[in-house]
């Protein structure tokens, strides 16, 4: 009570006599709180101030399980530095890219080491280079278990080697063995992809970081019994049995630096005039040499590779050219790439089918963050977007799935309004259980052929069982079309394409925020427009092996891509189709043709691709699938899920008897996500050092976290106060002492009367 | 005499223990007295005001039931300290009539005693130190575990929490706490004219 205080009880003469009850009180209590101390011991409460272990849960810092496993983790990641180079050749249709991986080892020990990182889906790696001082040792060809052994021999003869697998079509791992106290080794592969065109808008997507996927538990086992007869066997059956291979260590972003600075340099040709090219994530510095060139690099150097980088551009001219077509010739054969974009213009005036719409999100603890925000924001533009006579519904999913209405219902306000209040109190948390919502989402229980059926899926795809997804589409697909709406930093594009491409639908990517509405437009401007529909290509002359085989529909504004090995390069390409109810073909001469590069090895990727496809579809058996893939690989020289590169140094550099460790490279946690949503709820799959990072990243001070902090839940203070068991208490003994009292008088008074 | 001793001290660790509790209530009563003026001053000066000089934390708020004729002025932070006069601001959350979710904490024995009695659909009204007036409406409560409020801070709406230790009338503290959510239904500048 300070002259403050007394200064204002002055004015309220009221006031002042509570001030002077409160001071005694006060005082009272300071005298109280000397004996509570006394009390304290008689008391069986535990703490008289409830709030200290309250107060010791919020402060940051205080828990220090972590200590150790830093230092632990510090001795594994502080091993191996590594960064990266990427350096992308665009050339008209495709783009040649050498990835540069510069492995360090600063200890004092030999070191192998295991860095897994994503390459784009559709490119043909074919070219791995080891640079050991002055020398170039360049890769082969090999089949995956082949080259598993050679890379071994090597590793145990201390040789210098390089391995380069491929886990999923977009995931891929690099192996370096003996790497000496001190060196530096460098890691080069080399890819050939094909621009994507979407319009009159032209991208390439270089992937920087393989996002933490989400794999499901084995629940249903299958039995395999032994060959033998003897009726015995055992059970497995695991959604993803290889989940130890695409899952390295993630470092928590709120306690450590990032790591793998990556530079990045495109030298675009692109073949006419440019207008606009512009990287969607990253800020970057352009050169313009000539109208057709450009010269991209990052702004700032080197970034941590945390999230992919994007880089679209346009045209000069009004429209992007609706035909493009480019040859090669290798060995004794010709091939073509061609795109052709089908006119658009007159569908406009078509009226638009009612359709039906499903729409599916992906709540699971990945997409918090900003993923989440940008998924809600997309659903919400896409609600927006229905017509009256449209029908709708909504599907959330973590390792949980709700679907809102039983069946879809009429886009009538009522009903969209009731979508909304779901969709926004939707929240980012759990494991990502895909399967069941697709197959919710494709049950067609309206069956309502007058209706266009469509699915939109968003998701950021960080799932580690892709193929039991593409089952699930390929089985009950039925009339529905499939659209994935790929979400965040670091979205898994394979499965978005194959997932589109198996449901005969559409893909975008959503990477911020304000990319929403006009990816979403985009993506509309799909579902809303009739498809280009039975589509055909012939050649007149030559003989073809096309891919695809059976040439998927076009939706508006997206190129028809073919790729064929011909025989020989004459007469000309005719390609058939319907847009709307109208015939409509074209007519390409081959001796217009461009000369292109690395074209033989997209048309094998492509085959592969389709390989795959019909595998999945069930129009191919395994064994028939693998004949395939394993021939074209060795043929043109790309890693595939049955073949990888790798290059081993003749030279033993490892002295005989010098202990080799193992060091997994960490990646980074891709930028916009929450570390402790990711690995503070899959405690079957984290391993126990994650878990207990993940404990210690909640007392973090959320300003470090990139988006607003999202601890999964707000720790909620300690709110009883000991008043009353204390006044209880204090009544106890006072009564107590009472009964003693009068028990002990009577006891004086009689032996006094005795 | 001897024997007189040991009741005299037990009556006495009694009265002490008694008279600590009463003072926890006191002190608890009579802040609430100071921070109401405090607060006043700081709705007319505009500046965060301290109840008294060597106060570590001051009034941002003033929570008020009408229906119940309840009223709380809540103090910036819910450090153990901050919580014995008044119900606390949880640091982590937004200012309420902010988007997102304002939590406020207090003891269940003392400012949140009245939030037994609070039924859903009751209006709360929250009085900002900036003079900012916003009305909520009680629509869940819920009983969760301390670590696990299920508060997502993050929230895309204009929520309000307030939260106590839960069972009302437990004697020992426990892990779980007592939740009432609610929503933001109106908004003004001064203190709405017509309560109904």
Redesign the interface.
Known sequence: ??N??AV?SNQHPW?GR?IV??VF??A??VA??L??F??LL??F?PG?????E??SL?QPGEAKSGSLLLKDDGATTEAIRLGTDVDITVSSPTLRARVTQVFRNPTKDWVEATYVYPLASNGAVDTLKMVVGDRVIVGDIKERHQARIIYEQARRDGQKAALTEQERPNIFTNSVANIGPGETVLVQIEYQEPVHQSGNEYSLRVPLVVAPRYNPAPIVQSVEFRNDGSGWGAANSNPVPDRDRIAPPVRDPAKNAPVNPTSITVRLKAGFALGEVKSQHHTIKTESPESTTRIVTLADGAVPADRDFELTWKPAAEKAPSVGLFREHVGDADYLLAFVTPPSAEQATQKPLPREVVFVIDNSGSMGGTSIVQA?ASLLYALGRLQPNDRFNVIRFDDTMDVLFPASVPADPAHLGEALGFV??L?ARGGTEMVPAMRAALTDKLGDTNMVRQVVFLTDGAIGNEQQLFETITAMRGRSRVFMVGIGSAPNTYLMTRAAELGRGAFTHIGAVEQVEERMRGLFAKLENPAVTGLSAKFSEAKADITPAIIPDVYRDEPLVLAAKLDKLAGSLEIKGRVGDRPWSVTLPLQNAAEGKGLSKLWARRKIGDAEVARTLREMTPEESDKVILALALDHQIVTRLTSLVAVDKTPSRPEGEPLKLSELPINLPAGWDFAKVFGERPQQAPAQLRERHADARSQP?ARRP????????????????????????????????I??VF?RR??LLTDAA | MSRLISPLVLALIGLFLFGDGAYIHAKAWLAQLLLERAFDRSIATGQPVKPWAWADTWPVARIEVTRLGASAIVLDGASGQALAFGPGHLHQTVDAGERGIAVYAAHRDTHFRFLRNVAIGDEIDVTRADGKHFRYRADSSAVVRFDASGIDPASQGFELVLATCWPFDAVTSGPERYVLHATLIGTGEQRFAIEP
């Not at chain 1, 008289?48 to 200290?52: D, K, L, M, N, Q």
Request: net charge negative; no cysteine.
């Open positions: 009570m300070s403050d205080d204002d006031l509570l009850v409160g009180l006060l009272q209590g109280m709180l004996v509570a006394i009390a008689v008391s409460e008289w101030s409830a709030t200290i309250q107060a919020l809600k926004n109190g929240q959320a988006t607003p902090a999202a601890p999964d839940a707000i720790r909620l203070p300690k709110t009883a106060t000991s008043a009353e068991l204390k006044m209880i208490a204090g009544l106890v003994l006072i009564v107590l002492a009472l003693l009292f002990n006891q004086t």
